[in-house]
């Protein structure tokens, strides 16, 4: 019997972010695995031009929920959508739907927050933390709430090498830096984001670190754990194995690299590429839940949801890797043979850039226009370039986390739970992930289905075929130039190509150059 299943049956769950990627993952499982939950009430707002309405039938016809669907056809029923803005007094929620809330949600799981690295600061910490502080208020007020579960993110303390499971001093004093953004112009907040982030690399990892400083501060007495997953990665084995459908993280970066637009990666390759699949950090998070509300825990708990520390894995393994999964199953209408390297050493990076990826790119658009279409190689590549400048951070060095935590929950779970919540990463074996996660990004984001793998290897060897014909043509003609201008060069020439011409021309002419 399963502890933790059980524990969820006929409880109300309230969820933040559930249309994003690990939200899916955890509305999916919470589902599947406890069928007699009562109800989750998903806080949604309306975005891009879709009503919450709207967003909310296109996130139940994804294909992560296919086996809740044959298991339970009418699993959206226990689905409760609220219309709510997280950046907005009160949320924005209306009297009714918070009454009901107020008096009907056991648990409380806060996935929403801007992943962006690059978020102008004022909205990245209206979401990610003012967000958080207007949740809690709403929190404290809920009459049968036994558990409240923040996700945050390893690197929240990135500017310590060693991180263990505690809160640490944040970069500023939150409630002072949100009276200082709330008057500031934003192009005045924007010119001095650089000095208030200090050591921090971005908006996102500063905003975090100011999050859970403030439900250390503002807690109450409420029963509050915090997940610190690290780089997100496709499903392990749950719903289905390389299930993903975001183009964050390193994602975007497989894709690339799988499709020949990308060649070079400022990267350590012994640096430790921290990956966690979402389905561990998912069954985590929802052992912990179940800790927090059941075992009460004296002290908030964090935990590191990490592999490093565990199973470490290298960013020069994931290179190895990815390359041969894209050369065994291509992806289709590649732009040129998958083919990308890591270096350190930011010269010989920016060499590559300009050769292997600006040049192209530049003769690509100039065909495009040429042949009447829009030119966006260009505009990809930069696109690329940018998301690569905000990685580097992360793929340049390791970081130590303590997983103390991780390992006594794994301790309180009986037999049964630790098959259904599994997220004991020693598991895992990074090759057949990593071919899984390749396999996931070409089914899933791209929607390429894999009988036509044949198809795209037979383009790939067109593409082979066309760049030895490009660089034969390329060194004749360098040849026939250099030949032009010197006769040792053309006694060489024509000793390779045609041997039955005597050499003697060629020692005299060695012998010529040497006087």
Not at 9 to 17: A, D, H, S
Not at 340 to 356: D, E, F, G, K, M
Request: glycine fraction near 4%; charge should be positive.
């Amino acid at each position: 019997m399963s502890s933790v299943s059980a524990y969820y049956n006929g409880k109300t769950v309230l969820i933040t972010g559930a249309t994003g990627f690990m939200g899916k993952v955890l509305v999916e499982k919470l589902l599947r695995s406890s069928p007699d939950v009562k109800a989750v009430y998903i806080l949604v707002r309306p975005k891009a031009g879709q009503s919450m309405q709207e967003r909310v039938a296109n996130m139940l016809k994804c294909k992560v929920f296919d086996r809740v669907r044959e298991d339970c056809p009418n699993f959206h029923e226990k689905i409760k959508p609220i219309n709510a803005e997280l950046t907005q007094p009160k949320l924005a929620i209306s009297a009714e739907d918070e009454e009901e809330l107020l008096t009907r949600v056991n648990i409380v799981f806060h996935c929403a927050a801007t992943v962006r690295f690059d978020e102008p600061l004022k909205h990245a910490l209206q979401l990610n933390a003012m967000g958080t502080q207007r949740l809690l208020e709403l929190a404290q007020q809920m009459q049968k709430l036994e558990a409240f579960i923040h996700i945050s993110t390893a690197y929240a303390n990135c500017v310590r090498k060693c991180i263990d499971e505690i809160i640490y001093p944040p970069p500023a004093e939150p409630k002072k830096l949100f009276d200082l953004v709330e008057w500031l112009d934003e192009s005045i907040i924007q010119d001095i984001t650089p000095k208030l982030l200090g050591d921090w690399p971005n908006t996102y990892t500063y905003t975090k670190a100011l999050s859970e400083y403030l439900i250390q501060q503002e807690k109450g007495n409420l029963n509050i754990a915090i997940i610190r997953p690290s780089i997100v990665g496709a499903s392990w084995h749950e719903p289905f194995p390389g299930w993903i459908d975001s183009f964050n993280g390193t994602s975007g970066i497989f894709v690339a690299a799988g499709k020949g637009i990308l060649r070079t990666v400022i990267a350590n390759n012994e640096a430790v590429a921290d990956m966690i699949p979402v389905d561990v950090v998912i069954n985590l998070t929802l052992a912990a839940g179940w800790y927090t509300a059941v075992h009460r825990p004296k002290n908030m708990l964090v935990y590191n949801c990490t592999t490093g520390g565990i199973n470490p894995f290298f960013w020069g393994e994931m290179e190895q890797y990815v390359m041969s999964t894209f050369k065994r199953n291509p992806l289709e209408q590649a732009f040129r043979t998958p083919n990308a390297h890591l270096t350190s050493n930011y010269l010989i990076n920016q060499y590559w850039i300009t050769v292997s990826h600006k040049a192209p790119a530049i003769l690509y658009d100039l065909y495009m226009r040429l042949t009447g279409r829009k030119p966006r190689m260009m505009k990809i590549i930069n696109r690329l370039h940018k998301s690569m400048m905000l990685l580097q951070y992360f793929s340049t060095q390791s970081w130590d986390w303590s997983s103390d935590n991780m390992n006594m929950l794994m301790g309180q779970l009986n037999t049964e739970d630790k098959k259904l919540y599994n997220f004991d990463v020693r598991q895992l074996h990074w090759s057949e992930y990593i071919e899984s996660y390749c396999l996931g990004a070409k089914k899933y984001l791209l929607n390429e289905d894999m009988s036509g793998i044949p198809a795209a290897k037979q383009h790939l060897r067109k593409l082979r075929n066309i760049r030895y014909a490009f660089n034969t043509t390329l060194l004749v003609i360098i040849w026939r130039i250099f030949i032009a201008r010197s006769q040792m060069a053309r006694n060489i020439w024509y000793f390779v190509f045609f041997p039955q011409k005597p050499t003697g021309s060629i020692e005299n002419s060695i012998s010529s150059h040497s006087a």
